[in-house]
């Protein structure tokens, strides 16, 4: 992957009623240090206003589908996998987001040919007690976790 260009990242957001929190995802995605990637968003017939929100965005990265049937979540991120331009391919749900830096720190670690995924810790927010916490605290496995 040692290129001049930074390789496309295609982001894949489902979305079912997600406007409480999209703003918040998709703005996660707007403010990533790395800077090319896509947005797909894959809009499984809503019907509040996350149509709404996330038109009102003006960037020729993000990119609206609107699915013609409502799928079951993995079904769904196959469709919008099949809209996917990039090299790579990171998921993003709506009610999630991200640190700035994510995908900055992520994507150099497929220079080395051995890597197939990268992952990481996350933090779980309880809205109702006011608190989040870092879910996984011990050190990540590594190295050959998947056959």
């Known amino acids: 992957m040692k290129k001049t260009e930074e390789p496309l990242v295609s982001i894949i957001m489902n979305c079912y009623q997600g406007e409480r929190f999209l703003q918040f995802a998709i703005e996660s995605v707007l403010t990533q240090t790395y800077q090319n990637w896509e947005l797909i968003f894959w809009d499984?017939?809503?019907?509040?206003?996350?149509?709404?929100?996330?038109?009102?965005?003006?960037?020729?990265?993000?990119?609206?589908?609107?699915?013609?049937?409502?799928?079951?979540?993995?079904?769904?991120?196959?469709?919008?996998?099949?809209?996917?331009?990039?090299?790579?391919?990171?998921?993003?749900?709506?009610?999630?987001?991200?640190?700035?830096?994510?995908?900055?720190?992520?994507?150099?670690?497929?220079?080395?040919?051995?890597?197939?995924?990268?992952y990481g810790n996350y933090w779980f927010v309880n809205e109702r007690k006011g608190t989040s916490k870092i879910k996984y605290i011990k050190k990540l496995p590594s190295g050959r976790i998947l056959n």
């Open 44 to 118: 499984n017939q809503s019907n509040d206003q996350s149509n709404k929100i996330f038109k009102s965005y003006d960037d020729k990265r993000l990119k609206y589908f609107y699915a013609s049937k409502h799928t079951r979540l993995y079904e769904a991120r196959n469709y919008a996998i099949q809209k996917a331009s990039g090299e790579f391919i990171a998921f993003l749900d709506v009610d999630d987001w991200w640190l700035p830096e994510k995908l900055k720190k992520q994507i150099p670690l497929f220079d080395d040919s051995a890597v197939g995924l990268v």
